[in-house]
């Protein structure tokens, strides 16, 4: 059966304090590694797709990693409004289905 | 532009009621979907429409009734629903093409079963 943990559950950091939240896999026939970001009462909001490891993908202070165990979303210098909760999904070969991890919840405080 | 809109934002329903969400996205992705979530909890998956068709039901009680009009529009039909089924319903949809699977997510439905 498809595994998907992430950790920490949650991250507490300072304005400027770089981090990196964990989400580690195990899955038969990995076709992409999604990481989402949740605001409260709002639907995920797609950040990256990782279709293979060593592959790395950037957006503003988002950075994701991919091994073939793991991936890593690096945030650097995170502002307040970087708060949130983080979700990793992996999907397998010729399926639809999402499996989630249970998400790392995000506060910056300035 | 990749948005997904889902209406009504919130819904307040009986047990005995019955009522539709909708979903709606123009960016000609082939495969639709239904996920509800419970709070502090990952979304999980109900159904996935590919091409129109109903490729995937995840055991879903027969209370909740899919429905896919046409390529760009999805409705979840409810009917007798407990006051347990009260989640964020989201939608999402997926282009479903070589290098591109990715699943944009709707708004949600705030539901309140009561």
């Known amino acids: 059966e498809d595994q998907v943990t992430q950790s920490p559950e949650a991250l507490r950091l300072q304005e400027g304090e770089s981090s990196s939240l964990n989400c580690s896999y195990t899955v038969s026939g990995l076709r992409g590694l999604f990481w989402y970001r949740q605001d409260p009462g709002k639907g995920p909001e797609f950040l990256f797709t990782l279709y293979s490891a060593g592959e790395e993908k950037e957006k503003e202070r988002l950075k994701a990693t991919l091994t073939k165990k793991e991936s890593f979303l690096h945030i650097t210098a995170p502002k307040p409004e970087d708060s949130a909760t983080y979700l990793c999904?992996?999907?397998?070969?010729?399926?639809?289905?999402?499996?989630f991890g249970a998400g790392t919840t995000v506060t910056v405080r300035a | 532009d990749t948005e997904v809109t889902q209406t009504p934002k919130h819904l307040v329903m009986g047990m005995t009621n019955k009522k539709s969400l909708k979903c709606e996205q123009h960016m000609g992705h082939r495969a639709m979907y239904w996920y509800k979530q419970k709070a502090k909890k990952p979304p999980e998956l109900m159904f996935v429409y590919s091409y129109e068709k109903l490729s995937i039901n995840e055991s879903v009680p027969s209370r909740f009734s899919p429905e896919c009009p046409n390529s760009s529009l999805l409705n979840l039909h409810l009917h007798a629903l407990q006051p347990e089924d009260s989640a964020l319903y989201l939608c999402?949809?997926?282009?479903?093409?070589?290098?591109?699977?990715?699943?944009?997510f709707g708004p949600g439905t705030r539901l309140t079963v009561t």
């Open positions: 999904a992996v999907q397998v070969q010729n399926d639809y289905k999402l499996s």
């Open positions: 999402a949809s997926s282009q479903e093409s070589s290098g591109s699977y990715e699943q944009y």
